[in-house]
């Protein structure tokens, strides 16, 4: 028995593109992308590096909510969702708010939905996504469910999905995987094994020796990824999507990645779990500084392409947190009416209620 695991384990290797130094290291998969698109994808890594930055000045503030940092893992967020068409649905986890940015989802919008504003998860109608999941790998199930609509549909498009290395350890990360698998449903399933569940690493969490392993119980494909080089997560995904819409099944894909923040902004310590040492040594394969070396050898990228790009961001930030503050002060009312599209009867009552409080 022993032997078939070890044989199974020592199949997964991590799949590269681009390494430390910026350099190409497998010609063979490198991605046909056009110099607009590569710049693009730097574009919007820089760019979401500072919107995690202003996020954490703004939660210290007290200016936003509930804010998990992002920091370090742009490239495994970015490059799988640029892999996607507008048509995809999106069911990302509490960390992934920059994938719904890129999917067209307005910032004001994202920090009302940090600050527990209900306008926040009202959606514009071609944001084809779910609002970030609190619970931990529910989001794998309810891929699982939209992929199959997808495909009941005819509809050339997927359902993509995202966790963490602790959502790998729940459930409903096997039944989402499963359930897809056995009905060739169009599901792309990352988990961004950051290392990390909170406090708990990621050796303490399993006995698999890779996380992408967990897709042959389910009869998938599986992958495991260096999740801090953009374009190897972009091939992936993009290979992925494709074999998901030749009717071929979903694909597991995990990103070897890092948050070089802590868990979330609400009391986590990572000094207390994390030592100086593993975070220099991830700090050494940033997806933006490797990403930047390959462009500057290209000559695709600048100081003052990147200096352009930092300050649309911050302008950007401010003009959406004006525009978030300037959203009503939600009501017992809007709360109550949000919820369904028909009110049961008790909430009726209820509303009624509410209307007589808040028309004083
Ligand atoms: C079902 C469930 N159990 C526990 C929690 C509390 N919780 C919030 S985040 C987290 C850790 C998740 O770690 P991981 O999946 O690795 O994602 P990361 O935060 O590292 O991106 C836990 C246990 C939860 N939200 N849902
Ligand atoms: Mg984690």
Do not use: C
Request: aromatic fraction near 10%.
């Amino acid at each position: 028995m022993k032997h078939v695991l070890e044989s199974v384990e020592n199949q997964f290797e991590t799949f590269q593109i681009l390494n430390e130094d910026g350099k190409i290291v497998n010609k063979a998969d490198m991605p046909e992308l056009s110099d607009e698109e590569l710049k693009e994808l730097m574009r919007r890594m820089v760019y979401t590096r500072v919107l995690d930055q202003r996020s954490i000045a703004l939660n210290r503030q007290g200016r936003l909510g509930f804010y998990a940092p992002t920091a370090g893992q742009e490239a495994s967020q970015l490059g799988s969702h640029f892999a996607l068409e507008k048509e995809d649905f999106l069911l990302p986890g509490y960390r992934d708010v920059p994938q719904l940015i890129w999917q067209g989802l307005p910032l004001h919008q994202a920090f009302l939905w940090s600050r527990g504003h209900f306008a926040g998860g009202q959606f514009p109608e071609d944001v084809r996504a779910l609002f970030p999941q609190i619970i931990i790998g529910a989001q794998y199930v309810q891929a699982a469910g939209v992929a199959l609509g997808i495909k009941k549909r005819g509809k050339q498009a997927v359902a993509v999905t995202w966790t963490g290395d602790g959502g790998t350890s729940q459930g409903d990360f096997y039944e989402g995987m499963n359930f897809a698998g056995a009905y060739k449903a169009p599901a792309i399933f990352i988990a961004q094994n950051n290392g990390f569940a909170i406090s708990v690493p990621r050796e303490k969490q399993t006995s698999a020796k890779t996380l992408a392993q967990k897709a042959i119980a389910a009869g998938i494909e599986g992958i495991q990824v260096d999740g801090m080089d953009v374009l190897a997560v972009y091939a992936a995904t993009k290979h992925a999507r494709e074999r998901a819409i030749n009717g071929e099944g979903p694909t597991l894909i995990e990103t070897l990645t890092y948050r070089y923040g802590p868990h979330t902004m609400s009391g986590d310590d990572p000094t207390r779990y994390r030592s100086d040492e593993l975070n220099s040594e991830w700090e050494k394969k940033d997806p933006l500084i490797r990403f930047r070396k390959f462009l500057e050898g290209k000559k695709l990228w600048s100081e003052e392409e990147e200096t352009k790009v930092i300050e649309e961001a911050k302008n950007d930030i401010k003009e959406a947190i004006k525009k978030a503050d300037q959203a009503p002060k939600q009501k017992v009312t809007d709360l109550i009416g949000f919820m369904y599209e028909e009110l049961p009867v008790n909430l009726q009552a209820q509303m009624e209620e509410y209307q007589a409080k808040e028309s004083k």
